[in-house]
């Protein structure tokens, strides 16, 4: 699904709650993934790590709440004992799946969904969120495929991008996050753009057929800002590393709560035109953006 505009002007035995900032992540390059969804709302993960055959039980969370200091964002409990902490040790062998086929909206990394009986999508999502930036060769340890679960019912977390040109010459990335008609941002994040709370999202950007290298590499990551939701990117050169210019880009962010992940893609800007530059500055005014501004 590939979209260019912003929308004018722009009117995505252990027993744990995680406080993980997103659709939840369950385990690192599973395979063989299944998804059961029983009666009560519990989700129930089969794969196989390291051939190894696992199951991991999930309850107790749906969609997400709006940005706050007062408590921490919605999160599932998880069981990795396959029930022992929860019902029996197991529980996988007698577990029945109500959840039938899944007619949601279209997900990006899709590797399993499924409608359950209260009429809630659950679905799990893999992609690699650890690449290193700049396109540089990824470890093994950074080139994971990260296995998320979410669970939701209504509209899916929105990820709006413009593309224009920074200072006349460099590919540029612009846009907002939003969920339910609000920004999507964190309070608190470490000086290389971590969040240190359960809302702050990063978004992660891939460069296609650039200097990297050809096929899609990874650009870099960055957080929406806080109170808005508003990112801005420019594609230049980084140090050493030369401008990831590509043919097209995509983004990719995590969604809030435990709600799905989102991925948006589109073309390059392509040559510099002057009169589009001066149609994507206003919007870029519009946002009201102290960090973001119209060159």
């Known amino acids: 699904m590939r979209s260019v505009s912003l929308a004018l002007v722009l009117a995505v035995v252990c027993v744990f709650v995680s406080s993980a900032n997103a659709s939840q992540l369950i385990d690192r390059n599973a395979r063989g993934v299944k998804l059961a969804v029983d009666a009560k709302g519990e989700a129930m993960i089969t794969y196989t790590d390291r051939g190894q055959l696992k199951h991991v039980l999930a309850w107790n969370a749906i969609n997400a709440i709006a940005p706050t200091q007062a408590r921490a964002q919605v999160a599932f409990k998880l069981d990795y004992s396959g029930g022992w902490g929860k019902v029996h040790k197991d529980l996988w062998k007698t577990f029945g799946s109500r959840c039938g086929a899944y007619d949601g909206p279209e997900l990006a990394w899709l590797v399993a969904a499924c409608k359950a009986p209260d009429g809630s999508y659950w679905a799990l999502q893999a992609w690699q969120r ?66 240190l709370d359960s809302f702050g999202r990063n978004i992660y950007v891939d460069t296609l057929d650039s200097a990297y290298g050809a096929g899609w590499k990874r650009e870099n990551s960055f957080l929406t800002h806080s109170g808005d939701g508003v990112f801005c990117y420019s594609v230049n050169p980084h140090g050493a590393h030369p401008a990831g210019k590509g043919t097209a880009y995509r983004a990719t962010v995590e969604g809030p709560g435990v709600t799905p992940d989102v991925m948006w893609e589109g073309d390059a800007p392509g040559v510099y035109d002057q009169a589009l530059d001066v149609q994507a500055n206003a919007a870029i005014t519009l946002l009201d953006d102290k960090q973001c501004r119209a060159n």
């Open 130 to 195: 650890m690449l290193p930036n700049y396109g540089v060769a990824p470890t093994a340890a950074q080139s994971v495929w990260e296995l998320r679960l979410s669970h939701w019912t209504g509209a899916l977390p929105v990820l709006s991008i413009g593309t224009d040109w920074a200072w006349h010459q460099w590919d540029h990335l612009y846009g907002t996050y939003t969920y339910l008609g609000q920004p999507v941002f964190g309070f608190k994040s470490t000086s290389a753009g971590s969040p």
